[in-house]
């Protein structure tokens, strides 16, 4: 179940009331309401009351996942999945450099970047690195355009990344992005082309995280989930596409306020995973390094 939080910045009290009456929840001036247990629908619920009152600066809300709870996602654990209902594509990158991925994984290199496992780390590590070379350069990890995962079966994506640069922030001309797309066949091509996608990105001389999505009508670019990334710090990125009216999107996980409507999206739209790392210039020395990935998706 998720477990929200909601701070009240006014002195006064505020009371936040489903229309249908599923939920009412007060907060005391000056107080909070800290980690309650509601469901996903009384979220939904809720969402455009919390939304409207944080953009009024009368309260701060989030949302994270009990780990607690069976009911957080489709799966507990991979094991506790029907099989005959659900499949779940997990990779944990447990190999040597220059090991060779496991389809359907496909790493795509431009120039001289390079993509290739870690040796002797702790549960395993794949990094897509830029090299000290005055070029354009780009890699990346996807299925290799084996689009598999079917936005209409509630698919849920995660991933356990990290940035590693050696400045502030990247640079003007750098960018990443994880999470899932239509075909991205190489690693340098346009990401604002890819006709379908729903992911996490950095771009330019900050560290910020922006959320995208796209189904051919909706389309949402470089919004700010006002969520900093650090420098060599792992991030655990989750999307949850149970309701695609309202896809929702963690970070650590804390629910993002901004949801995706990808209404549009039909089984036809087939989409596979993507962590792409992409530098226009320069010569410095970016790593997206991945820890692992998971995609559950009904059949």
Known sequence: ?????????????????????SISLSVPGSGAVTDKVVTEDEVVALEAQ??????????????KDDPASAADSIPVAPNAIDMANFFVLAEDFLQAASGTLPAPWAKDLNLTASGDYVNDTAGGLY?????????????????????????????????????????????????????????????????????????????????????EGDDGTHDVDDSDTTIDYVDNTYLL????????????????????????????????????????YQRDAGTEINLLQVDWVRVTCGR
Not at 240 to 252: E, G
């Open 50 to 63: 919390l939304n409207a009152e944080q953009t009024a600066g009368n309260l701060r809300w989030s949302v």
């Open 237 to 276: 990125f989750k999307i949850d596409m149970s309701n695609l009216a309202a896809v929702k999107m963690y970070i650590n996980g804390v629910q993002v306020a901004t949801t995706l409507n990808l209404s549009a999206l039909t089984g036809a739209t087939l989409l596979q995973p993507i962590l792409c």
């Open 127 to 211: 990094s897509l690195a830029t090299a000290a070379v005055s070029e354009a350069q780009d890699a990346q990890l996807t299925w290799g355009n084996q689009l598999m995962v079917d936005p209409t079966k509630k698919p849920v994506f995660e991933a356990r990344v990290r940035i590693n640069i050696p400045g502030a922030t990247i640079t003007a001309d750098e960018r990443w992005v994880v999470g899932l797309c239509s075909d991205h066949t190489n690693s340098e091509d346009a990401l604002d082309a890819v006709v379908s996608n729903v992911w996490f990105r950095g771009e330019g001389a900050n560290l910020n995280i922006f959320i």
């Open 1 to 21: 179940m998720p477990l929200l939080t909601i701070t009240n910045l006014r002195t006064s009290l505020i009371t936040l009331q489903d229309p249908a009456g």
